[in-house]
């Protein structure tokens, strides 16, 4: 089984930017897809964004389109969460998840997942 594991969280002000890792040991994630969640305190784990095996086809939510970038680089075995104009209301913890099968370009069965990151932002 794959190990995932987040790093790059921290405490960011209102309108300021973090970038989210997640790596893997045990195994390569290039011929799986990718997906991003966060769970806020007292609310349940929500979707945040999903990049395919390729990198080609990104999904987003409607809370972070245009502000988060999902990317891969298959090559360091990594996906990356770019946030950008971060909110308040942004503050999560954040999981990397893989999807169940492979080369798929419509990701939608996570099934092993991260640690979690931690992101404050501050007001």
């Known amino acids: 089984q794959v190990q995932l594991v987040e790093s790059g969280g921290g405490l960011v002000q209102a309108g300021g930017s973090l970038r989210l890792s997640c790596g893997a040991s045990?195994?390569?994630?290039?011929?799986?897809?990718m997906g991003w969640f966060r769970q806020a305190p007292g609310k349940e784990r929500e979707f945040v964004a999903a990049?395919?095996?390729?990198?080609?086809?990104?999904y987003y939510s409607d809370s972070v389109k245009g502000r988060f970038t999902i990317s891969r680089d298959n090559a360091k075995n990594t996906v990356y969460l770019q946030l950008n104009s971060l909110k308040p209301e942004d503050t999560a913890v954040y999981y990397c998840?893989?999807?169940?099968?492979?080369?798929?370009?419509?990701?939608?069965?996570?099934?092993?997942w991260g640690q979690g990151t931690q992101v404050t932002v501050s007001s």
């Open positions: 998840a893989e999807d169940r099968d492979y080369y798929s370009d419509y990701p939608n069965r996570f099934g092993s």
């Open positions: 045990g195994r390569t994630l290039s011929n799986k897809a």
């Open positions: 990049i395919n095996w390729s990198g080609s086809r990104t």
